[in-house]
């Protein structure tokens, strides 16, 4: 009896340890987070401009990429993406399932390509596993007419994007002589939020920007109860964070609004991850409040190559050096990874929820919470923590 007992003390005391264990990240958090540190370097480098990028689009490149490499070019993918060595594959390809999912359509378009010049050819293998995974499309181009080159790859975007991303390569950013193979990631989103903003209430009003100027926006306001908290870095800084829920539930962006207004927002940023992100979600509550937040279109166009190597991703941009002896018989390497993401925040949306509009019947006297300087802002998947957009707002 004392022998079952011990083995049932253990058995719970290891129950417990697993229940204290932080939980492991999702694929879709792994990828994130790589994005999440290309995004801070883009930052970092545009202190003072709108950007906005995909952590998940840059992890959809280098997954498409990773079963085409080998040796240490495959090693550098996967410690940076913090995938197992087999290959993530069938997680990945129900992440993209359900990120495009018939509930999600209305918001996420995400297209992916690749383009190899003519006269490379490509595993069979290699091709079949991005179709599966990544819904990929594989194409030859002739790069020798760079012109005609960019052109198609502009075409098959702008019809993948609906139109919303009509160009993502020039010409000039294809060497004629040199190019073997071109990643392509276009991500459009365009969210219904679950309680609307009605256009009535949009006044002009002050932001101050990024660059210490003042400029009048349009701003969009509304009284409703949201999630909203506040969170600090390691250094102290406090900033406040919201959570504005799209109407299919499985999708908020969040925002983070420093709380002192003479604190910058890159001192902010260094501190985003997806543990931080995960960890609002404890701190936040649901608070009745006025709400205003800009109007804004956000567009950037990134080359990934400088944010990539700074994370040691390197010999799949180096022709010596890349190794994707799974992708092709004849030795490629990438000469360029871009992407370019768009977002458009404006009143559209759904109704609010029934519960909603009990929970206005709260007496209190709200409080205002007016976006009026540089922000940050994040599309989360909340199901898996994958983050589909990140960017930084100096002057919408």
Known sequence: RDKLLTILLLFLFNLYLIRQAPSTPSYGERGSDLGLQVFQQVARSRPQENVVLSPHGVASILGMLLPGAHGETRRQLLTALRY????????????????????????????????????????????????????????????????????????????????????????DMLDGDLTRLVAVNAIYFKGLWKSRFQTENTKMRTFNAGDGNSYKVSM????????????????????????????????????????????????????????????????????????????????????????LSALGITDIFDEDKADFRHLSTEPVYISKALQK?????????????????????????????????????????????TILFIGQVNQP
Request: proline share 6%; net charge positive.
């Open 84 to 171: 197992k060595k087999n290959g993530p594959y069938k997680m990945l390809r129900k992440l993209h399932k359900t990120l495009t999912a018939k509930s999600n359509q209305d918001i996420v378009t995400i297209a992916n390509a690749m383009f190899s010049q003519q006269g490379f050819p490509m595993e069979e293998a290699f091709m079949s596993s991005n179709r599966a995974n990544f819904q990929c499309e594989s194409r030859t181009l002739d790069f020798t007419d760079t012109q005609a080159a960019a052109a198609t790859i502009n075409i098959w975007v702008n019809n993948q994007t609906k139109g919303h991303i009509p160009t993502l390569v020039k010409a």
């Open 341 to 385: 993401a768009k977002i458009e925040i404006n009143e559209d949306g759904t109704k609010a929820a029934a519960v909603t509009t009990a929970i206005l019947m709260a007496r209190s006297s709200p409080p205002w919470v007016i976006v009026d300087r540089p922000f940050l802002f994040l599309i989360r998947h909340n199901p898996t923590g």
């Open 220 to 307: 969009m306001s509304q009284l409703s109860v949201f999630n909203i908290g506040l969170a600090s870095t390691p250094q102290g800084l406090n900033y406040k964070v919201i959570e504005l829920p799209y109407h299919g539930n499985s999708i908020s962006m969040l925002i983070a609004l420093p709380s002192e207004e003479d604190t910058p927002l890159g001192d902010v940023i260094p501190h985003i991850n997806t543990a931080t992100v995960q960890s609002w979600t404890k701190l936040l509550h649901h608070r009745k409040v006025r709400l205003l937040l800009p109007k804004f279109t956000a567009e950037a166009e990134v080359d990934l190559q400088a944010s």
